[in-house]
C-alpha cells in the first residue's frame, strides 16, 4: 500500500471575504498535496470553515438573517474562490455540519469523563474580533494586546479544560520530537511559552447562543478551542469510522499562519494527549504575507482580494507569485509590482519563452518532429539534479525553495540555447543539432511534469505543445530523464505565459545612492539586505541606453549573474572586468531594456560623479558583507 499523507489548512473564518493571506496557505497546502499525489501517495488534504461563535452570530443578526444562511452564502464565494484557484481539497470541512457536532459533543463527554473539564467561572476582558480573552495585566492601554480595539468585561460560568495538566507532556513530546513544531524558530517560542507555565483555558460560553451545546449542560456553547480544532479529526473520521481515521490520522503536516501556531502547537495536542489520540506529525507555522510591513487584516482594511488578482494575471501566475515570492516560514511582503515582474521574468521571458523558442526551432529545423537524442546530453546531469533539489525542498516543506529548483532547469536551457546557437548547427548541417534540440523539448517535458505542484494550468501546456498528453505527467518517476520519444509530433501553440506591459522596473537600474532623510532601520530590516561582493566578469554597453551598463558578474554561484547598472557614463566597459564591486544579491529580478537585471551594484555618487564601492583588498566571490 502507498504512503498516505494528510495536510490541512486552518478552517477560515466566514465572516468576510477571504484576502490574498488565506490564499497563501492554501495554495502552499495545495503545493504539498498535489507534490504527494505525483508522488503516487494516498493524500488527503482538508480545509474548510470555521462557522460557528460570537462575532458571526452578531454580524447575521444585523444583516437581519439566520446565522447559517448567512455563513451559507460566505462559504459558497470560498468554494468559489477555491476553485478559482483550483484547490485540490479532497474535504470540507464545515463545523456546523451535523458529523461535526456529534464528534465534538462527544468529546466533551470523554473530556468529563477524564476529568479534563471542569465548571468554574471566569472574569475578565473578551475582545469580539479576535476571539480572545484577556487578563486584566495582559491589556495595552485597556485594549486589546492582540489587534488593539476594545474589549469588554467579562463574568461568567465557564467549563474549562485541564491546559495546565499537560505542559510537562508536551515538553517531553516536543523534545522528543523536534520536527514537530517548524520551522525551529517557532518551536522555540513554544518552548519558552510553555516552560512560563500553562492556565486552563475556558472552552464553553454562556453569552451567545450560535455554537455546538454542551450535552452534559446545554447552557453552555462550545466555545472555539473544542469547536474548531477538532475538525481536524472529524474530517479524516473520528468517531464515524475507524478504518479511515486510522488511515488519515495522525496529519503529517498542519500547515497554518503564525499566529495560530500557539493554539496548533499546544492547545490542539493537549486536547489529543487528553483524548489519547496520536498527535500531529508536524505543525508547521509560516509566514505573513505582509503589505506595506503590515499583516494584512480586514480590520485595517488592507486586504488584497485574490479574485482579482486572478482575473488580472491568471491563476498560475498568482499561484507562482505567492509560493516563489516568499521564503517559506519567513514574511514576506506582498506588492502588485513583484507579482507582475514574477509573472514577466520567469514565466513570460524564462519558462515562456524557452517553450516558444524550442518548438519553433524544431519545426523550422527538424519539420516538426522532436529528433533523436545524441550520446550524451548537456542538460540531463542538470535536470537530475533539479529534480532532486525539489524533491528534497518539498520533502522538507520548502515550498519556495521547490519552486525555484525547477527554474534552475529552465535556466539553464536557455542559457544552453544561446551556448549552442541551434540555427547555426542547422545552417552548417552541424550533426549536434538533434541532440540539442532533444534536451531543450525533454527538459521542458521535466520542467512540466515538476511544475506539477505548482501550477495547474502550464504542466498541461507545455505537455500539449510538446505533442503529448498530459496525463503522462502524473507521476514523478515522469521526471526521468529520457521519456520523451524520438518522432514525437510537437503542436506550438500561443505563448503560454504572455507579457504584462508595465513601466516600473527602469529605476532598478540606478545605483543606491544616498537621500538625504531615510528613516532609521533596525538590525533585522539590515538583516535582509544581502550585500555580496561580486567580481565583474565582462561589462557592454546596452543598445540605445546611453546610462546603461550590461554587467557580467560572478558571485561565486553556479552561474555568473547579468546585471543592468546605471554607471556607463562614468565606466568605460573595458576597464571593468576583474574590478570587484558589491552588489545587492537579493534585489528583485528587473528587467531594463529587454534584459534582466539580477542585483545592483553599490556606488557612492557626489557632484563630480559616482564611484563603484569596492573591497579594500580582493575578496572571494559571495563574500557575504555585514
Ligand atoms: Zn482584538
Known amino acids: 500500500m502507498a504512503e498516505r499523507f494528510t495536510v490541512t489548512t486552518p478552517i477560515y473564518y466566514p465572516n468576510d471575504r477571504?484576502?490574498?493571506?488565506?490564499?497563501?496557505?492554501?495554495?502552499?497546502?495545495?503545493?504539498?498535496?498535489?507534490?504527494?499525489?505525483?508522488?503516487?501517495?494516498?493524500?488527503?488534504?482538508?480545509?474548510?470553515?470555521?462557522?460557528?461563535?460570537?462575532?458571526?452570530?452578531?454580524?447575521a443578526a444585523k444583516a437581519g438573517k439566520a446565522p447559517i444562511a448567512y455563513v451559507d452564502e460566505i462559504v459558497s464565494d470560498i468554494r468559489d474562490l477555491w476553485q478559482l484557484l483550483q484547490i485540490s481539497y479532497d474535504d470540507f470541512i464545515r463545523t456546523t455540519e451535523p458529523r461535526h457536532e456529534r464528534v465534538?459533543?462527544?468529546?466533551?463527554?470523554?473530556?468529563?469523563?477524564?476529568?479534563?473539564?471542569?465548571?468554574?467561572?471566569?472574569?475578565?476582558?473578551?475582545?469580539?474580533?479576535?476571539?480572545?480573552?484577556?487578563?486584566?495585566?495582559?491589556?495595552?492601554?485597556?485594549?486589546?494586546?492582540?489587534?488593539?480595539?476594545?474589549?469588554?468585561?467579562?463574568?461568567?460560568?465557564?467549563?474549562?479544560?485541564?491546559?495546565?495538566?499537560?505542559?510537562?507532556?508536551?515538553?517531553?513530546?516536543?523534545?522528543?520530537?523536534?520536527?514537530?513544531?517548524?520551522?525551529?524558530?517557532?518551536?522555540?517560542?513554544?518552548?519558552?511559552?510553555?516552560?512560563?507555565?500553562?492556565?486552563?483555558?475556558?472552552?464553553?460560553r454562556t453569552s451567545f447562543r450560535?455554537?455546538?451545546?454542551?450535552?452534559?449542560?446545554?447552557?453552555?456553547?462550545?466555545?472555539?478551542?473544542?469547536?474548531?480544532?477538532?475538525?481536524?479529526?472529524?474530517?479524516?473520521?473520528?468517531?464515524?469510522?475507524?478504518?479511515?481515521?486510522?488511515?488519515?490520522?495522525?496529519?503529517?503536516?498542519?500547515l497554518v499562519g503564525k499566529e495560530i501556531v500557539r493554539f496548533h502547537a499546544i492547545i490542539w495536542p493537549a486536547i489529543l494527549l487528553a483524548l489519547g489520540l496520536p498527535l500531529p506529525r508536524v505543525v508547521y507555522g509560516h509566514g505573513w504575507l505582509l503589505l506595506g510591513e503590515q499583516k494584512m487584516s480586514k480590520s485595517r482594511g488592507n486586504v488584497i482580494d485574490p479574485r482579482q488578482l486572478v482575473q488580472r494575471y491568471g491563476r498560475d501566475a498568482v499561484r507562482y507569485y505567492l509560493l516563489r515570492e516568499v521564503p517559506f516560514g519567513a514574511d514576506g511582503n506582498y506588492t502588485e509590482e513583484a507579482l507582475i515582474l514574477r509573472t514577466n521574468v520567469d514565466l513570460a521571458n524564462d519558462l515562456g519563452n524557452l517553450l516558444s523558442r524550442t518548438t519553433a526551432m524544431i519545426?523550422?529545423?527538424?519539420?516538426?518532429?522532436?529528433?533523436?537524442?545524441?550520446?550524451?546530453?548537456?542538460?540531463?546531469?542538470?535536470?537530475?539534479?533539479?529534480?532532486?533539489?525539489?524533491?528534497q525542498s518539498l520533502d522538507r516543506l520548502q515550498v519556495s525553495d521547490g519552486v525555484s529548483a525547477v527554474?534552475?532547469?529552465?535556466?539553464?536551457?536557455n542559457k544552453y540555447i544561446e551556448e549552442s546557437a541551434p540555427w547555426?548547427?542547422?545552417?552548417?548541417?552541424?550533426?549536434?543539432?538533434?541532440?540539442?534540440?532533444?534536451?531543450l523539448a525533454e527538459s521542458l517535458r521535466i520542467v512540466a511534469v515538476l511544475l506539477r505542484p505548482f501550477l495547474v494550468d502550464a504542466p498541461h501546456a507545455i505537455y500539449r505543445q510538446l505533442g503529448l498528453d498530459s496525463a503522462d505527467a502524473s507521476r514523478l518517476a515522469d521526471a526521468a530523464w529520457g521519456g520523451l520519444r524520438p518522432g514525437t509530433r510537437i503542436q506550438r501553440g500561443e505563448p503560454i505565459f504572455p507579457r504584462i506591459d508595465t513601466e516600473s522596473a527602469a529605476q532598478a537600474a540606478e545605483p543606491a545612492a544616498a537621500s538625504p532623510a531615510?528613516?532609521?532601520?533596525?538590525?533585522?530590516?539590515?538583516?535582509?539586505?544581502?550585500?555580496?561582493?561580486?567580481?565583474?566578469?565582462?561589462?557592454?554597453?546596452?543598445?540605445?541606453?546611453?546610462?546603461?551598463?550590461?554587467?557580467?558578474?560572478?558571485?561565486?554561484?553556479?552561474?555568473?549573474?547579468?546585471?543592468?547598472?546605471?554607471?556607463?557614463?562614468?565606466?568605460?566597459?573595458?576597464?571593468?572586468?576583474?574590478?570587484?564591486?558589491?552588489?545587492?544579491?537579493?534585489?528583485?529580478?528587473?528587467?531594463?531594456?529587454?534584459?534582466?537585471?539580477?542585483?545592483?551594484?553599490?556606488?557612492?555618487?557626489?557632484?563630480?560623479?559616482?564611484?563603484?564601492?569596492?573591497?579594500?583588498?580582493?575578496?572571494p566571490p559571495g563574500t557575504r558583507i555585514k
Open 518 to 619: 531615510t528613516p532609521e532601520v533596525t538590525i533585522d530590516d539590515f538583516g535582509r539586505v544581502d550585500l555580496r561582493v561580486g567580481t565583474i566578469l565582462a561589462a557592454s554597453k546596452v543598445k540605445g541606453a546611453d546610462r546603461l551598463l550590461e554587467l557580467t558578474v560572478d558571485l561565486g554561484e553556479s552561474e555568473p549573474r547579468t546585471i543592468v547598472s546605471g554607471i556607463a557614463e562614468y565606466y568605460q566597459p573595458e576597464a571593468l572586468p576583474g574590478t570587484q564591486v558589491v552588489i545587492v544579491a537579493n534585489l528583485q529580478p528587473a528587467k531594463i531594456r529587454g534584459i534582466v537585471s539580477r542585483g545592483m551594484i553599490l556606488a557612492g555618487k557626489t557632484e563630480e560623479g559616482l564611484q563603484i564601492v569596492s573591497p579594500r583588498e580582493p575578496l
Open 407 to 413: 527554474f534552475e532547469l529552465v535556466r539553464r536551457a
Open 424 to 439: 547555426q548547427l542547422n545552417r552548417t548541417g552541424d550533426p549536434r543539432l538533434n541532440g540539442v534540440l532533444y534536451d
Open 363 to 391: 519545426e523550422r529545423f527538424t519539420d516538426g518532429v522532436v529528433p533523436s537524442p545524441s550520446g550524451q546530453s548537456e542538460l540531463r546531469a542538470t535536470a537530475e539534479e533539479c529534480v532532486k533539489k525539489a524533491t
Open 18 to 59: 477571504l484576502h490574498i493571506g488565506h490564499a497563501y496557505t492554501t495554495v502552499a497546502a495545495d503545493a504539498l498535496a498535489r507534490y504527494h499525489r505525483l508522488r503516487g501517495e494516498d493524500v488527503f488534504f482538508v480545509t474548510g470553515t470555521d462557522e460557528h461563535g460570537q462575532k458571526i452570530e452578531e454580524r
Open 210 to 254: 450560535w455554537g455546538i451545546p454542551l450535552p452534559q449542560d446545554p447552557r453552555h456553547i462550545a466555545y472555539v478551542w473544542i469547536d474548531a480544532l477538532t475538525n481536524y479529526i472529524t474530517a479524516c473520521g473520528y468517531l464515524q469510522d475507524e478504518q479511515r481515521f486510522a488511515r488519515f490520522w495522525p496529519a503529517d503536516v498542519h
Open 104 to 204: 465534538v459533543q462527544e468529546i466533551f463527554k470523554k473530556l468529563e469523563a477524564s476529568g479534563d473539564i471542569y465548571l468554574s467561572q471566569y472574569e475578565g476582558w473578551y475582545c469580539t474580533p479576535c476571539e480572545s480573552f484577556w487578563v486584566e495585566g495582559k491589556l495595552v492601554d485597556g485594549n486589546c494586546p492582540s489587534c488593539g480595539g476594545p474589549v469588554s468585561r467579562l463574568n461568567e460560568e465557564s467549563y474549562f479544560f485541564r491546559l495546565s495538566r499537560y505542559a510537562q507532556p508536551l515538553l517531553d513530546y516536543i523534545e522528543a520530537n523536534p520536527g514537530f513544531i517548524q520551522p525551529s524558530s517557532r518551536r522555540n517560542e513554544m518552548i519558552s511559552f510553555i516552560k512560563q507555565g500553562l492556565e486552563d483555558i475556558s472552552v464553553s
